[in-house]
């Protein structure tokens, strides 16, 4: 996604532009070509050498640097940029780009440029919430510029408050968003299911399975990185939520169910990565239960089937992890559910299922015909899903 990609990161003065160094690092580490141009107020908080020795290329610091490797260097990076990043935007800055001023570098480039602006604040709450700053955020807001945070956190100023910049692993899925608004999924909405259902037995235990939710997240960004607007619902997992898409947090299977078709409505697709449980106490105890002398019977009852109930004009796509008779056990659900198609995968294989990072899988389509694929990455394996769920999108 982000391979090749001219990413220009403008830094100016905050005492997060060390978190900016971080971003210039991954965004390279992903393949970007990452130009940095710097305020001076920047360069009394960190020194440009710090990002050129990250990104290997030239920091731009001067609007009249007689040197310079690109001439009108703020027209040159302007028209090269994929997108450009502020990270930290203070709030003079962002009041500078509010009026369309262009007294250095990065606000003439910033004014020259046609390609998305991200503006990623960092700065002390006072400042932050002050109506003016609110007003000049807003007028840039309105003008099609992202915004990325802040958040409440602690400041450097040793308070806790609104201001704190984002953290970069959330500002590399922000850009890969914004990087991918025109791909074929755009304007389409997907609904993704992750992670295991918790069915309490009672305040304290509850019965699960290994789901990891990797499957699932890899799918939510694999689609919101091809333009779609993305709706998570996830049980508790060890994941961070994703940037950029809304995320509805959910622990049993009849949440679930009501989470799932309050998203379906007017969606396009369901991709059900969860693993949901198939039965459920009857009835959770209130209070924890003792331990006693002979044996613990509890009665289970089954839970809903959620990608049955879900009907209408929507792709769904239905995941199976079998321990024995693959195909065969995943034809009977894909027929069940009525699915487009079921993405099976055998448990006991190598690499493959519950908490990898690989998968191994059968892509069984709607007409019973399977495709075995090899072995590869669950990210990998998000992409090719998305592929079939594209092509399937174009033909309804
Ligand atoms: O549990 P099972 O093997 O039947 O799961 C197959 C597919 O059905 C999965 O995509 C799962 O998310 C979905 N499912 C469901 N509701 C259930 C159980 C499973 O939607 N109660």
Redesign the pocket.
């Known amino acids: 996604m982000l391979k090749g990609k001219f990413i220009v990161l403008g830094v100016t003065g905050s005492i997060a532009a060390f978190k900016g160094a971080e971003l210039a690092s991954k965004l390279t580490q992903a393949g970007a070509l990452v130009d940095v141009i710097m305020t001076k107020s920047a360069m009394e908080f960190i020194a440009p050498l710090t990002f050129r020795s990250l990104t290997h290329r030239p920091v731009a610091t001067d609007l009249f640097a007689p040197d310079s490797e690109l001439s009108l260097e703020h027209v040159a990076l302007a028209e090269r940029a994929d997108v450009m990043v502020v990270a930290p935007a203070t709030a003079n800055f962002i009041a500078k780009l509010a009026l369309g001023l262009a007294d250095d570098l990065l606000s003439c480039t910033i004014l020259a440029t046609k390609a998305p602006v991200i503006v990623v604040p960092a700065m002390d709450s006072g400042m932050y919430e002050n109506p003016v700053t609110q007003e000049n955020v807003a007028k840039l807001r309105s003008r099609d510029f992202v915004i990325a945070g802040p958040t409440a956190g602690h400041l450097a100023s040793g308070i806790s408050g609104m201001g704190r910049m984002l953290e970069v692993e959330e500002l590399l899925g922000i850009v890969r968003q914004v990087l991918g608004r025109k791909g074929d999924l755009r304007g389409k909405k997907i609904v993704v299911?992750a992670g295991g259902?918790q069915e309490p037995i009672d305040p304290v235990r509850h019965i699960s399975n290994r789901s990891s939710g990797k499957m699932g997240y890899a799918l939510v960004e694999a689609a919101r990185d091809r333009g779609a607007t993305v709706t998570l619902i996830a049980t508790p997992v060890a994941l961070k939520d994703p940037a950029g898409v809304e995320v509805v947090h959910v622990n049993t299977?009849s949440e679930?169910?009501e989470a799932?078709l309050k998203a379906c409505s007017g969606a396009d697709a369901l991709?059900?990565?969860?693993?949901?449980?198939?039965y459920a106490p009857i009835k959770p105890a209130g209070q924890k239960i003792k331990k006693g002398q002979g044996t613990l019977i509890l009665e289970l009852k089954?839970?809903?089937?959620?990608?049955?109930?879900?009907k209408g004009k929507i792709v769904k796509?239905?995941?199976?992890?079998?321990s024995e008779n693959l195909v065969a056990?995943?034809q009977k659900?894909l027929r069940?559910?009525k699915?487009d198609f079921?993405?099976a995968n055998d448990i006991t294989s190598k690499g493959s299922g519950f908490a990898s990072d690989t998968n191994r899988v059968t892509i069984i389509n709607r007409a019973g015909k399977a495709e075995d694929l090899p072995l590869m990455l669950k990210t990998e394996l998000a992409g090719l899903i998305l592929d079939s769920v594209a092509k399937l999108l174009k033909r309804s």
Do not use: C, H, W, Y
Request: glycine share 2%.
């Open positions: 299911t259902t299977a679930m169910r799932v991709l059900m990565a969860a693993a949901v449980a198939d089954k839970t809903p089937d959620i990608l049955s109930e879900v796509v239905g995941f199976a992890a079998e056990n995943a659900k069940q559910k699915l079921i993405v």
